[in-house]
């Protein structure tokens, strides 16, 4: 079994940024890679970033060049950076981890893109 811990989400002008942590315990060695997924009101769940055990890292194209994922292995927390926010980002934003035993979620965290 794997918990995660999202937090660092909350409301940004358009232009601002925003970190996002994602705290992993329990059998943290048994994940293969860690992802952050967001979804906005009415539409389905989408992958934005996800980092392997190597440190391999894949954006979808509506993030790349803007959101940077990151881990931090002592801490067994990822990170997701957000910056050149807009509104179209704003979501409620996952952790999931793929781990030999199955794919594990986290709460979710608000992001609200806004003036």
């Known amino acids: 079994q794997v918990q995660l811990v999202e937090s660092g989400g909350g409301l940004v002008q358009p232009g601002g940024s925003l970190r996002l942590s994602c705290a992993a315990s329990g059998s943290i060695f048994s994940i293969y890679h860690m992802d952050w997924y967001r979804q906005a009101p009415g539409k389905q769940r989408e992958l934005v970033a996800r980092?392997?055990?190597?440190?391999?890292?894949n954006y979808s194209d509506s993030v790349k060049g803007r959101f940077s994922i990151s881990r931090d292995n002592a801490k067994n927390t990822a990170f997701l950076q957000m910056n050149s926010l807009n509104p179209e980002d704003t979501a409620v934003y996952y952790c999931a981890a793929t781990a030999i035993t199955g794919i594990y979620w986290g709460q979710g965290t608000q992001v609200t893109v806004s003036s």
């Open positions: 980092i392997t055990n190597g440190g391999t890292t």
